[in-house]
């Protein structure tokens, strides 16, 4: 593929000086800003992640703010989740949807106060959305873009690296739970949060200016833990059913389409904007919901829907999919219409390389 040519449309991170240092190899573009794909190459990323520690730059996961009287009232017109009793040290996942009940975004919702949010969101322009809705409710409230650029610390090490920086108040930082740690004189938020399924943190760290004393005071108390800077992982998000907004749903799709019913408290989150159409949704069942697709044969890259076919019918689309090396097979994951997506139907996907037989599964790898 191409390069990405240098703009100012195309942002740096607080952290991209280091992440050039640290060898990157390729970027993609999420919310108009870099984000590392590979740093050695994808499959040895990939091994390091699960033995060792890696920090990511993941400033790509811009902050919508939402700070006023009427916070609380905007930030649950955006979700079907029930946020009455979210705490002022949790983060919460929140499918943001429209009107219609079709998916936003998919970001981490963190409470600060009974006044002030946090939203840290996946790859779409959700800022002019909330801004919208402040402006026609006519809600008090600051809609606006803060100087928080998120950084992660992920891998079975992760715990160790964090406590060597932040001091061991970061292990007992609950799931999804948040705390106010100092880092040279100034409160950063921590969260045992973040993009992979080997367990670590996010740290949401609130001006530009800590960015590459921060990562450097990481990787020097690393070194012993064979720290590696890192990136969110193709093969290991597949593996573990992470979805990739953009990807696997879009504004096409609704909640119980992404198998995130889990996460709609629809009856109860009294104002969300979409909770009409998301009660119908509720109520009758989607016709078609993602699953985790095993693929035979290799893999090639997937930078497109690929059609899943029983026959001469399409069924479904893989959207996202990679060769495991830990499983051994190509691992997926698809849309499946209810007629298909009952675990051990076999199908066939089109590839850019012709076809191969796929599997459906209940669950994902890991």
Same mark, same amino acid.
Do not use: C, N, W
């Given at each position: 593929m191409a390069s990405i040519a240098p703009s100012r449309r195309v942002r740096r991170t607080p952290f991209s000086d280091g992440v050039t240092a640290a060898g990157v190899r390729g970027y993609t573009v999420y919310n108009?800003? #870099? %984000?590392?794909? @590979? !740093?050695? $190459? @994808?499959?040895?990323?990939?091994?390091? #992640?699960? $033995?060792?520690?890696q920090v990511w730059d993941v400033a790509c996961e811009r902050q919508v703010e939402i700070r006023g009287p009427d916070a609380g009232r905007l930030v649950q017109m955006l979700t079907p989740r029930n946020l009455s009793k979210m705490r002022e040290d949790q983060c919460f996942y929140v499918p943001m949807v429209d009107e219609t009940g079709g998916m936003l975004n998919d970001p981490v919702a963190l409470k600060l106060s009974e006044d002030r949010f946090w939203i840290s969101i996946a790859d779409s322009d959700l800022l002019f959305w909330v801004k919208g809705l402040a402006y026609g409710f006519r809600l008090d409230v600051l809609v606006d873009e803060p100087d928080v650029s998120p950084?992660? @610390?992920? &891998?079975?090490?992760?715990?160790? #690296?964090?406590?060597?920086? !932040? &001091?061991?108040? @970061? +292990?007992?930082?609950? =799931? !999804? &739970?948040?705390? +106010? %740690? $100092? =880092?040279? &004189? +100034?409160? #950063?938020i921590v969260a045992r949060s973040g993009y992979s399924k080997q367990g670590g943190f996010e740290i949401y760290v609130e001006g530009a200016d800590l960015g590459m004393p921060l990562w450097n005071a990481l990787f020097e108390a690393g070194k012993a833990m064979d720290v590696h800077a890192g990136c969110p992982n193709l093969i290991e998000r597949v593996e573990g059913g992470l979805l990739s907004y953009g990807n696997d749903m879009t504004r096409d799709n609704t909640p119980h389409e992404c198998g995130l019913g889990r996460f709609c408290q629809t009856e109860d989150a009294l104002g969300c904007v979409g909770r009409d159409a998301l009660l119908r949704v509720a109520k009758e069942g989607p016709v078609q919901q993602v699953r985790a697709i095993e693929i035979y044969g290799d893999v090639p890259p997937c930078d497109r829907a690929w059609p899943l076919m029983d026959g001469d019918r399409q069924v479904g689309q893989v959207t996202s999919a990679a060769n495991s090396p830990d499983f051994a097979t190509g691992v997926g994951i698809g849309m499946v219409r209810m007629t298909h997506w009952t675990s051990g139907t076999e199908l066939d996907v089109i590839t850019p390389d012709g076809p191969r037989a796929a599997l459906v599964h209940e669950t994902f790898w890991i």
């Open positions: 108009h800003m #870099l %984000l590392p794909t @590979v !740093f050695r $190459s @994808v499959e040895e990323d990939y091994h390091h #992640l699960k $033995s060792a520690v950084l992660a @610390v992920q &891998g079975p090490l992760a715990d160790d #690296l964090m406590a060597a920086v !932040f &001091g061991d108040a @970061v +292990r007992d930082i609950r =799931f !999804f &739970g948040y705390k +106010r %740690l $100092s =880092f040279q &004189g +100034r409160d #950063l």
